[in-house]
């Protein structure tokens, strides 16, 4: 019977499986939390309906407050760096070379490995007694920081961090920039201009729509998958500033048993996710970025 259908029809029965993963384990969750967040539960007792409580007390709540500083604030300093970095990497290694496929591997590497083992590797890289870093810091003279043990440097420690994971944002600048047609360089350096007058007035203004993509990907990404780094390096710490939605919504949940609170919270986290994939979108029908098989068109 299967046979017996068009190829289009066949293409949508191969989706089934697929549909029905996001059916069972990201609707019908999601459905599920948005409901539990007005009700008072601690998987113990009941639920109780307590209407929107559970979002009051998450607002009041100091910690959720400073929550949320923290978490934008780890979204706005870090992401325009890597999106950046990612880009002048590509930029340098796109030229064909002996060597250049090695060089793409290692920047690629990193995004690769477990979020575990990456963030256990930089709590020691980063430890401020025998860390490497510290160590050079020491050798050349420099004052060596905590890091992670002083509030002053958790932050920075964390976003140095997060600049070593921008493998998949180099591929895809990589990706677009040779897409670029060699010719635009050459009648470009026909007319005089230098290769940082070509970055800067013609390669930028093709590549802002695929960068403005990179980075509220980014943004994404790290607003909401920051838990487990940040868990395992400092653990919201030291006094709190490094302590993020994500660590707020777990405690919520399973330090305190408040999975209404929890709740709350998270459709939160999802709302400022949501604002800032609208924001991407108002932007994108400005530039008439499309939604089709030529999405990087302009």
Known sequence: MFFRFNHQTRLKLLLLPYLLGILILVIIPAILSFSLAFFRYDALSPPQYIGNLNFILAYTDELFALSVQNAVALVLLPVPLRVMGAFLLARLLQRHGRFLNTFRAAIYLPS???????????????NPLFGPV?????????????????????K?????????????????????????????EDAAALDGATPAQFLRHVTLPIMAPILLLLSFRDAVITLQDSFTTILITTGGGPYYTTYTLPLFIYEQGFDLLSFGTASAALWVMYALTGLIVLFLYIIARQWNIGTTDETFVI
């Open 156 to 184: 920075p420690g964390l976003i140095l961090m997060s600049l070593w994971q921008i493998g998949e944002g180099f591929l895809v600048s990589l990706a677009a920039l040779q897409d670029i047609p060699a010719n635009l």
């Open 134 to 154: 510290n160590l050079i810091l020491k050798a050349v003279g420099l004052n060596a920081p905590a890091w992670f043990s002083d509030p002053q440097w958790a």
């Open 112 to 126: 690769i490995i477990p979020t575990a083992a990456y963030a256990l590797a930089w709590l020691w890289i980063l």
